[in-house]
């Protein structure tokens, strides 16, 4: 029987891997539930219609963005400035309407990683504007969150590009080709 169910998880894991559900960047997932975050940019979703053993307590890595570690921080300042992130996004997300993560894909770590829309807000822009994270586009961390003279670093805005359009008060993604 044993030998059986590894059978059957190694042939969910390979037909129906996370790889395979997030693998389209411009997918979008809608009405997710917020579970918790373990810190500013690393937050817990239940997906609906998705297979449990994929959208349950799923890990989302916001993308774009950065925030100060919890866990690895190495100095007091950088502890302060994760509990700020992490408190903030539990703050914004716990009491939503309406979340959803758009541009889903895979990290150079396998981690998935979205854009998280809630309420018609955009979670990254907000921890940019309130200086609780910096841009990230997957390179090197080169941010010094303990050699900041503040606890955070300056203001950036990314734009209104990042959600996509509304129609009819529902989100399109992908958005329309650009009319010229």
């Given at each position: 029987?044993?030998?059986f ?6 042939s969910?894991?390979v037909?129906v891997s996370?790889?395979s ?9 809608l009405?997710?539930?917020y579970?918790d ?11 609906p219609d998705?297979?449990?053993?994929i959208?349950?307590?799923?890990v989302?890595?916001?993308l774009?963005?950065d ?7 190495k100095c007091?300042q ?9 408190n ?15 541009r ?5 770590y396998?981690?998935i990683?979205?854009?998280i829309?809630f ?10 504007n309130?200086e ?6 997957g ?5 010094d969150?303990c ?9 950036v805005?990314?734009?209104?590009s990042?959600?996509?359009p ?7 993604w992908?958005?329309p080709?650009?009319?010229?």
């Amino acid at each position: 029987m044993s030998k059986f169910l590894c059978l059957l998880f190694i042939s969910l894991v390979v037909f129906v891997s996370p790889a395979s559900i997030f693998a389209k960047s411009s997918t979008s997932y809608l009405n997710v539930k917020y579970i918790d975050n373990f810190d500013g940019d690393s937050i817990t979703f239940d997906i609906p219609d998705t297979p449990a053993i994929i959208g349950k307590n799923m890990v989302i890595r916001l993308l774009g963005v950065d925030t100060p570690e919890l866990k690895k921080s190495k100095c007091e300042q950088e502890k302060k400035a994760a509990l700020l992130a992490k408190n903030r996004v539990h703050s914004l997300l716990k009491d939503a309407k309406v979340i959803n993560l758009h541009r889903t894909g895979r990290g150079k770590y396998f981690r998935i990683l979205a854009d998280i829309e809630f309420d018609g807000k955009d979670l990254a822009t907000i921890l940019l504007n309130e200086e609780l994270a910096v841009p990230y586009s997957g390179g090197t961390r080169d941010h010094d969150w303990c050699g900041a003279t503040n606890l955070r670093p300056p203001t950036v805005n990314r734009g209104s590009s990042i959600l996509p359009p509304v129609v009819n008060g529902v989100y399109v993604w992908p958005p329309p080709p650009k009319q010229e």
